[in-house]
């Protein structure tokens, strides 16, 4: 399999953060992106507690958990200081992104649409070196996601030391890279 | 790290297979252990469903989920009849062991004591080469368990091509085996 | 509304309770039912924790919240031996009558005949003067039952100083009863 | 017991009821009323299933489920246009009432001080004359609050008929009252 690396991110504001973070910045870690509206009831009751609980099990483990807040519907009441009341209330303490505006006076945020996201909850998986792996809407199992991120975890440990330039370019970070 | 082999299954009776198993004919499968009783509450609410849930997400996957009835009290009760009216009840239609009465009369059976496990739910993790990689007494966190499986399961895709013999004797199957 | 006396209860055994049980020895509580079996799913994870649950909130009401182990499969491995190991691993203290096998050999026990049971769990709500009020099987909504339960409380606690014993030959223990 | 009658409702605007209520235009009714704030947690995980689950299990009852936006922090972010969305999102259809803003600048609503009550999500139990009966603060227990309101409704039902001026005067309402 070939993948493609995940498109960069649109944001006009990071919570959470000392400052603002991008995909690049991230390389070398798993990406777990967590794409949500505060005010989506599926978001709050499963993907962003299921989002806390992967934090606490990757604690140890190269993994970024970052939120990205996709508004695309109620814009004047999901606004950045709502989004600063909600993360303090839920107790949500991983960097969060604000997805930016869309162009053009667009309800969609450039993110969301840069990913072509068909609603919210999203969870996106990127791998260390910045590819796109696996991109799931609504609830998502909670093995498949673990084993997901393990999977890549394994990958990033074992190909890095082995991977010449040569194999880099061919064949790098699909799930039978890293050994040449 | 440097793991040991698991030990061998001392089994007396075997569900859910048309015929018995044993760790050695399960090699090149990650192998979940889901050591269990059916009258312990723990077991019934949150590790055999927890169980059922793998074997779903991992059903594309070379892993091998197993059941081991390790009964340690309330023999009278916990026979195989009902182990058998319990698996038809709770739809549980993975392979189960009963694990071997205690030598000597005692309340423990073989298997349990071999690997010492504390109680139910027990869930031990053995890799494709059939060493024991992680044990848990207890709720397992899903994450946890799912990122250890992914772990397993890419080590496994991984380390096939590229080991020789001689990097099989020295390091294999350690998380960052499989390159050399 | 007519209601109909709740049948007599046939049991072989009762746990929990130093001596057995009869409909007409509670008299003057509200009686709440459980008929289930140790080995049915919906039982043990559903039926039984809202039966452990109602005798916290009736601690101080005159409610008695009573067992019937009503057997109709699996015999073999659901024996008062294995319903004694159940109820102590599973922590229930509440009285629990053993459902007295079928006669003529029947699968079906006699309480769960009587009552015209159409399987378990079952729930069924006598009130304080043996009246057969309501009778659900499967799940059962919290507040429905609450709300049935308490309503009987105040029936009770209402009609006895008022009636006489014309009114009580006449409406009594409907749920407009207590006034005349 | 004798019981004092609730306090007056104080509110500045009224979502998904085609004219504002007030404890006086529910007379005649048990009256049900969810105090909370739309970026508490317990309030939207625990509370306000809770109160949606009660208006489905008295739909045929003389029970009015009433919520009250008390806003006691987080001012700017919980607006009248947010809640609207947040109501509209998570399909809460039964009256909610926007708590009065407190007097003299304090953060505090006015019927929310009226209560006194602790915090959100608060559950106030007032009975068909007017009278607050219990008041909850925190999680309440589902068999807790239908025993409750069935109580309430069987008092409603019983006492009308039977009750005179003297009666009214003397003992209306108490759990005993209803027949003289």
Redesign the interface.
Known sequence: MDFLPAPEWFTSEWLNTPEPLSLARLRGQVVVLHAFQM???AC??HALPQAQ??V???RD?PVAVIGLHTVF??H????V??L???L???RIHFPVGVDARGTNGGDIPQTMRAYTMQGTPTTVLIDAAGYLRRQWFGAV???????????????Q???T??TTAAAEAAAIYS??????
Chains 1, 2, 3, 4 share one sequence.
């Open positions: 005010l989506c009831p709050v009751s609980r992967l606490v099990a990757t483990a519907e109620h004047d009441a999901m606004t200081a709502a600063r009341a909600f303090h209330e839920y199992d909670e093995f498949a996601l673990g084993i997901a991120v393990g999977r890549l975890l394994t990958e440990t074992t190909e030391p082995a799930p039978s890279a890293g050994c040449s």
